[in-house]
């Protein structure tokens, strides 16, 4: 391996070990010295993602998926700044649109998905993560960076998909992992029905993330999750667009709930609450909005190539 | 055609920094400020942001739509934080209430009630220092930062050279996209697609936004052929770049640095210590009856 880049996860592992002791030990020594600062968590979380996308990086480093050539760079930075000139654009500030039965429109998702998808893993971390990091810094919000890191595990996810020669094959796979996540999800909210939303705002109707969840934004990961299996065997003989809503609602469940399990610690929410008042409503509408507009974009992106001839 | 940021050279404080150094002291004051909700720790931030505004050269005509946009932005959230107390419950365990406004009407039976507590004034007045602290520095970047010197910069932070010039083109591609939207947005308004009129289901509304979001990402990916064969011509990716402009630190860059990072250091011992929560003033509790 690379030197410096060994050097890099000996130090990016020595801070998180510095940190777990004095978690463990510090209260021992001075009371004071508890990890329970909501900044420095964010930090650690950071960390903690950066450490399982290296080790997932390091498990199939074999596969051409990884490399970066001058059209992955190219492409990572597209992907990058469209991302954050959508998500600044659609955040509520520019774009004021209605958000129904309290699911605020986010359609930005799509862009990592499809980066991710199409231009493989590298592309589709660095879309998510640095897009997400540029958006909120327009917005004169950076400040969370274990969500920056959530979003590149969305691209990225979306990009294992080059990792299996057997497309098909590897999609059942992703149905069955997404199936356990998606229900599990929806399990929590059929257990703790009565949960804020705590994504959700309404300034105008008196509402700041304490609105119970509604049942739409409740159930909208198996909505989102029916919507992607109607795209999947609809479009069963066109297997780019299968695939691209399969593994997109992969990464949308993974990333997106890593960044809502984090919040467990760094908010201090109970695991109900990041579930059924974070994760669902974040992650569920993400899901319709890939399973509708990822296939556009592949399927027009497919257009361009046949047009042009590359 | 490439749209870009509104740099341009200014004899400033900020512009005689290398930008690596520079880059450097606002990744320690943003990671410094986030560990903050005291006070009396978020004052020195904001005395340092408006240090760098009024020092950096960037007059009041140039950035006030940002400023404008911003400031409204932080208000409101402000405000939604004093009248709700989102978010200060993990701050706070008990208030003290001052006063407490209820509603002259009632509706369907629940009687809105204003409660001011002088814990919500205080997490207010820090959230609004904090953020605009945060905000102000985010915002001189564009205007500060010479766009020549993105790549080499993030190259001399010790990025791989792909990835740092990644980040350039990134920093170079967002007005663009910004403009292309704008243009997007034009079109398919001249050819009668109602953007302000969004309406109708989810599913609806999401089916409606691929008329702005295909075109712009198409055309991005489509256009950016020419750039990839500029690049390839050029011998991209061969072998260690060499870059045009060479940055050298000199010894205020290394001041700078050091103060960065023993702020950072400095800031992560307070917090651990425990010193970085919520801090009211006394004499304030002693006002609302605590």
Known sequence: MDRRLLTIIIALVAVL???????????????????????LLRFVFTGVGLVIVFIVYWLTRSSGAWDVGTREVVYMAIGAALYAVFSYLFNGTVFTVPSVSQVALRP??????????????????????????????????????????????????????????????????????????????????????????????????????????????????????????????????????????????????????????????????????????????????????AAILVPILVAAYAAMRQQTGR | MLVTWRYRERKSLIQSFDPRAWVIFYACFLASSLLFWDLRFLTPFLVIALLAVFASGVTWRETRHVWLFIGGFILFFSVLTFLTGRGGMEHYTEEHTITSLRAPFEILGWRPTLDITIERIVYAISQLVRVFSVSSMTVLIPYTLNPELYGVAFRGLGLPDK???????TMRFIPTFARDFQLTMDAQRARGYEVEKLRGGLFAQVRKLAPLIVPVTIHAI???????????????????????????????????????????????IFSLLGHARLWIPDWALAWAGG
Do not use: C
């Open chain 1, 17 to 39: 070990v510095t940190f777990l002791l004095v978690s463990l030990i510090g209260g021992a020594i001075n009371e004071n010295l508890k990890l329970e600062e909501v900044g």
């Open chain 1, 108 to 289: 930005a998702i799509a862009i990592p998905m499809f980066f991710g998808y199409t231009f493989g893993p590298t592309v589709g971390f660095f879309t998510g993560a640095v897009g997400n990091m540029f958006g909120d810094a327009l917005t004169g919000f950076g400040l969370s960076p274990q969500w920056s890191v959530g979003n590149g595990l969305v691209g990225m996810i979306a990009g294992m998909a080059a990792l299996f020669a057997d497309k098909k094959k590897s999609m059942n796979v992703v149905l069955i992992i997404s199936a356990v996540l998606a229900a599990i999800g929806t399990l929590l909210y059929i257990l703790y029905p009565a949960l804020a939303n705590v994504m959700f705002f309404a300034p105008d109707e008196g509402i700041f993330g304490d609105a119970q969840i509604t049942l739409f934004a409740g159930l909208s990961v198996v909505i989102g999750f029916v919507l992607v299996l109607v795209v999947r065997f609809a479009f069963g003989k066109n297997i780019d667009v299968a695939a691209a809503v399969m593994w997109s609602m992969l990464g949308n469940l993974i990333g997106i709930g890593f960044a809502a399990l984090s919040d467990i610690w760094i908010n201090g929410y109970s695991p109900a609450v990041a579930i059924v008042g974070e994760f669902l409503p974040a992650a569920g509408p993400n899901l319709i909005f």
């Open chain 2, 163 to 169: 990835i740092a010039y990644a980040m350039e083109l």
């Open chain 2, 222 to 268: 489509a256009g950016s052929e020419d750039i990839i064969d500029a690049m390839d011509m050029r011998a991209f990716g061969v072998g260690p770049r060499t870059w045009l402009k060479q940055l050298h630190y000199r010894r205020r860059d290394y001041v700078l640095i050091v103060a960065a990072v023993s702020l950072f250091a400095a800031s992560l």
